[in-house]
C-alpha cells in the first residue's frame, strides 16, 4: 500500500478537465512540498509539477497543480490524446526519512 | 544537456549482488544530491535511496536497508547502487534522478532492469 493515496484511473474526453487527488498526512503532504510526475507507456517518468504548483519550462499551462491541508490534486485542463499516462504524486516523508509516491492514477482519454 | 546513464542491470538469483552505475553529464554533478527509484513490472514508483551532494547523508527505504548501498564518485559523475542478498521482490527498473533543492526529481536516467529469479 502507497503512503499517499491515489485513484487507480481517471477519463474523459478530448478538451474535458480532468482532476487527479493524492491524499496523504501531517507527515508529508502538510509539511512539504509536493511534485507530479507524468510517465507516457515505456518510458521514464518525467516532472510534470514541483513545489505543489510550479512547471518546468517545457510543460504546457494545461497543467496545474494545487495543494491544501493533507491533500494535493493536479489538473489537467482541455484533455489531449497525447495526455494519456500514468500520473504519480510524491513528497518527503518526515516520519519515515524519504520520499514517498502515490501508488498511480492512469489517465485514459476517452 | 543533462544525461543520466544507468548500467549494470541484468539476471540475477536470489541472495546473489549486483552493482548498478549511473554516469551523469551535462551539469556540475558534485552539487547535486542524486537518488534511485525503482518499478517493479506493472507496478508504481518505489523511492530506494537518497545520497547528499557530498555523499555525507544517506537514506534507504526500509525494504532494502541493511541489502543495498548508496555511493557516489563526484571526481567521475557517477552514482552507484550495490545490491546484496537480493530478492525475487528486488526485480524492477532501476532509475538513477537528480535531485535539485526543489524536492522534486528533475531529471531521470531511462533506467535499468534488475530480474531476480532462480
Known amino acids: 500500500q502507497s503512503v499517499l493515496t491515489q485513484p487507480p484511473s481517471a477519463s474523459g474526453t478530448p478538451g474535458q478537465r480532468v482532476i487527479i487527488s493524492c491524499s496523504g498526512s501531517?507527515?508529508?503532504?502538510?509539511?512539504?512540498?509536493v511534485n507530479w510526475y507524468q510517465q507516457l507507456p515505456g518510458t521514464a517518468p518525467k516532472l510534470l509539477i514541483y513545489s505543489d504548483d510550479q512547471r518546468p519550462s517545457g510543460v504546457p499551462d494545461r497543467f496545474s497543480g494545487s495543494k491544501s491541508g493533507t491533500s494535493a490534486s493536479l489538473a489537467i485542463s482541455g484533455l489531449q490524446s497525447e495526455d494519456e499516462a500514468d500520473y504519480y504524486c510524491a513528497t518527503w516523508d518526515d516520519s519515515l526519512n524519504g520520499v514517498v509516491f502515490g501508488g498511480g492514477t492512469k489517465v485514459t482519454v476517452l | 544537456q543533462v544525461q543520466l546513464v544507468e548500467s549494470g542491470g541484468g539476471l540475477v538469483k536470489p541472495g546473489g549482488s549486483l552493482r548498478l552505475s549511473c554516469a551523469a553529464s551535462g551539469f556540475t554533478f558534485s552539487d547535486y544530491y542524486m537518488n534511485w527509484i525503482r518499478q517493479a513490472p506493472g507496478e508504481g514508483l518505489e523511492w530506494v535511496s537518497y545520497i547528499s551532494s557530498s555523499g555525507s547523508t544517506i537514506y534507504y527505504a526500509d525494504s532494502v536497508k541493511g541489502r543495498f548501498t548508496i555511493s557516489r564518485d563526484n571526481a567521475k559523475s557517477s552514482l552507484f547502487l550495490q545490491m546484496n542478498s537480493l530478492r525475487a521482490e528486488d526485480t524492477a527498473v532501476y532509475y538513477c534522478?537528480?535531485?535539485?533543492?526543489?524536492?522534486?526529481?528533475?531529471?531521470w536516467g531511462q533506467g535499468t532492469l534488475v530480474t531476480v529469479s532462480s
Open positions: 534522478a537528480r535531485y535539485p533543492f526543489t524536492g522534486a526529481f528533475d531529471y
Open positions: 501531517s507527515s508529508n503532504i502538510e509539511s512539504n512540498t
